[in-house]
């Protein structure tokens, strides 16, 4: 069973910046697309970032110019590189991921347990 390990989560100040990381458990996977979801205190789980494994990227609007994605296919590894925070950025950070094993002919979708970021204002 792929799992999916977030870091880089924490306690800041406004302004200042985080870079949040999520590797796949499993290096035999073949990646589709990883990406990121926030789920603000008492809000629903929303869409950040996401990226194919081509490298094409989807940005939810209140991100863009501030956050960045990038993937690294060799390592399975997703990040999120979080500029300029604000506090309406606290919440936790979910990693996605459509991933298929090699012994699977389609992809399936997996969750990471979720990294905490606070910003404080």
């Known amino acids: 069973q792929v799992q999916l390990v977030e870091s880089g989560g924490g306690l800041v100040q406004a302004g200042v910046f985080l870079r949040l990381s999520c590797v796949a458990s499993?290096?035999?996977?073949?990646?589709?697309?990883m990406g990121w979801y926030h789920q603000a205190p008492g809000k629903q789980r929303d869409l950040v970032a996401t990226?194919?494994?081509?490298?094409?990227?989807n940005y939810a609007d209140s991100v863009k110019g501030r956050f960045t994605i990038d993937i690294s296919n060799a390592k399975k590894t997703v990040y999120l590189q979080m500029n300029s925070l604000r506090p309406e950025d606290t919440g936790v950070y979910y990693c996605?991921?459509?991933?298929?094993?090699?012994?699977?002919?389609?992809?399936?979708?997996?969750w990471g347990q979720g990294t905490q970021v606070t910003v404080s204002s």
């Open positions: 996605f991921a459509s991933l298929r094993d090699g012994n699977s002919a389609s992809y399936s979708d997996y």
């Open positions: 499993e290096k035999t996977v073949r990646i589709n697309a």
């Open positions: 990226i194919t494994q081509g490298g094409s990227t």
